[in-house]
């Protein structure tokens, strides 16, 4: 409790990375990184099959990166690797399997509750992200399918009959991994494809022309039952359909009640306020990473957040 901290980073993912190192440079020194999972970048480590193309640009656009970072083109391995590095060489002090419960400002100092007890800093950046909890459909899914409904690519076989939901870019590379060894269905409640980058639009166009999956567009889904250990799926145009495994890929929402308990106030569709540095209306209290751009993912964009935060809070101390 004696010990105040220049700045707590909640969330280990780039957007918390790129402000602890962004700060680093900048010469601010007394610094940690809090992340309730056992390493850095949990969502690109649990969410992204190995050796998963990782690009600076984002959706087919190019991301100038405006801070001291230099990261490029990759792959899941060799961007965690550059992480590692980026922690290692700036000697950013890292509490991992602590999960934080609330923050409160007091007297202008930040008061970070955890698991861990409570650690004292002068600002605060919460960057913990909309992917680690998952968006969930609308209806229930029965508690025996939970072993064959997945939000990821665990527990997945070869040979199974696959459907997977989403119309986004981890839909997209799901489906054509999967493809190679699955009978694999896309469904997607647009008639279209809008939101894949050009890369993984093109992908898809190339399997699907080869058949070597199928897709269903412009049909939702009122509901999932358990038919003898098979998941009998009902879609909107009255067709049903069974499969082996159904994989969820429509992103992840909002901490809603995350950062209420941080005191950071939301507007009305309950998305975090903040200006052009990422500082929300408290002083001190700044959003990064995915949770401050509604679409989310872009490795580079959360960098940027790093420097804007870090910039900013070098010219208010």
Request: one cysteine or more; hydrophobic letters at 35%; a negative charge.
């Amino acid at each position: 409790m004696n010990n105040i901290y220049d700045l707590i980073i909640i969330g280990g993912g780039p957007g918390g990375i790129g402000v602890a190192v962004e700060s680093k440079i900048l010469g601010i020194e007394n610094i940690m990184i809090i992340e309730k999972g056992c390493n850095h970048s949990q969502t690109i480590r649990k969410f992204y099959k190995d050796q998963k193309r990782v690009d600076k640009d984002w959706q087919g656009k190019s991301v100038e990166l405006i801070g001291s970072i230099d990261f490029k083109d990759g792959t899941k391995e060799s961007t965690l690797n550059y992480f590692d590095s980026l922690l290692d060489n700036h000697l950013i002090e890292a509490k991992f399997n602590c999960e934080v419960d609330s923050v409160k400002k007091e007297n202008g100092i930040f008061e970070v509750i955890s698991s861990e007890g409570t650690f004292l800093a002068k600002n605060v950046v919460i960057g913990v992200g909309r992917m680690g909890k998952p968006n969930m459909p609308s209806y229930t899914i029965p508690l025996s399918l939970k072993t064959v409904v997945n939000f990821n690519l665990d527990r997945c076989s070869n040979g199974e009959n696959i459907l997977i939901v989403g119309g986004g870019d981890s839909s997209i590379e799901y489906a054509c991994e999967l493809s190679k060894t699955n009978e694999v269905t896309l469904t997607y409640r647009r008639e279209m494809l809008t939101r894949p980058n050009p890369t993984n639009q093109e992908m898809f166009s190339s399997f699907l022309e080869d058949e070597r999956l199928s897709a269903k567009f412009g049909v939702g889904i009122l509901g999932l039952e358990n038919e003898r250990g098979k998941i009998k799926v009902s879609f909107s145009d009255n067709d049903v359909r069974e499969y082996d495994r159904v994989i969820y890929a429509i992103g992840g929402s909002t901490p809603v009640d995350f950062l209420k308990k941080c005191g950071v106030p939301l507007n009305e569709k309950n998305e975090p306020i903040f200006d052009a540095n990422y500082q929300t209306p408290t002083k001190g209290l700044y959003i990064a990473g995915d949770i401050a751009f509604k679409s989310g993912g872009s490795i580079a964009i959360a960098l940027n957040h790093g420097h804007k935060i870090a910039t900013d809070i070098l010219a208010n101390s």
